[in-house]
């Protein structure tokens, strides 16, 4: 199962999960997603340098919309810089100790917690606080 999502210092979270891997063009249709939902605005996104994120339909999808996404490029082998991290340290802990007999019970209980998570902006929040993250908010 694969996860992608995208958090906002104010509280929100989008996301998107799929039972098999993320291509390039997934995280493309991710971002248009991500710019419909947000279409009043720009979006400014701290970027890791996942070699999906270079994928060619990301490129092509990035020059598209150069005026309404902003990357902010993190250094290589930071994840401690991403708060993205510490929402999937969150979700991995919530889940943690947990059986599940198959991958779409997995995916329910995924799904829930972050249904869960997402209506939490006081948590979601928090995961900006930690002091390797925090200098976004600046």
Not at 4 to 31: M, N, P, T
Not at 60 to 70: S, V, W
């Amino acid at each position: 199962m694969s996860l992608i999502a995208a958090i906002s210092e104010k509280g929100a979270l989008h996301y998107q999960c799929w039972i098999d891997s993320i291509d390039g063009h997934r995280v493309a249709l991710f971002l248009k997603d991500l710019c419909y939902h947000y279409r009043k605005y720009d979006i400014s996104l701290i970027w890791d340098g996942a070699k999906i994120h270079r994928s060619e339909a990301v490129k092509q999808f990035l020059r598209q919309r150069a005026k309404r996404i902003e990357l902010h490029l993190q250094p290589a082998y930071s994840p401690e810089l991403n708060a993205c991290e510490m929402l999937w340290a969150y979700l991995k802990m919530r889940l943690a100790n947990r059986v599940f007999l198959d991958i779409d019970e997995l995916q329910e209980a995924v799904r829930d917690e972050l249904e869960t998570i997402k209506k939490n902006k006081k948590l979601i929040q928090s995961f900006f606080q930690h002091k390797e993250v925090a200098f976004f908010l600046n």
